[in-house]
């Protein structure tokens, strides 16, 4: 078992940036691949970034690839999503997520392969 803890969300202006932070507690954190997903008033949870365990790779999702960096530090048993240059359709509650199963680039934007999630985190991104 293991519980997650977000921060970091908030309200930001177009452009503007947030770094979004997941806290882990529980069993090793380093035996877990980590993700953030997202969900949106009306829309269905989406796949945002992934990150193996010892995060030496790492998964994008189109809509956020070269503005979004998702990082761990196991140490710390915390796993970061920086998001620069935010947009309005980046508006949604981020949530963190962990799997114990190993990732692929075929497997990692499915949320029901992931074992635990947070309660998420809100942005708001202004226009």
């Known amino acids: 078992q293991v519980q997650l803890v977000e921060s970091g969300g908030g309200l930001v202006q177009a452009g503007g940036s947030l770094r979004l932070s997941c806290a882990a507690s529980?069993?090793?954190?380093?035996?877990?691949?980590m993700g953030w997903f997202r969900q949106a008033p009306g829309k269905e949870r989406e796949f945002v970034a992934a990150i193996s365990r010892s995060g030496g790779r790492r998964y994008y999702a189109d809509s956020v690839k070269g503005r979004s960096t998702i990082s761990r530090d196991n140490a710390k048993n915390t796993v970061y999503l920086q998001m620069n240059n935010l947009k309005p359709e980046d508006t949604a509650v981020y949530y963190c997520a962990a799997r114990l199963r190993s990732v692929d680039s075929g497997s990692v934007y499915i949320g029901s392969l992931y074992d635990f999630w947070g309660q998420g985190t809100q942005v708001t991104v202004s226009s």
């Open positions: 529980g069993r090793t954190f380093s035996s877990y691949v």
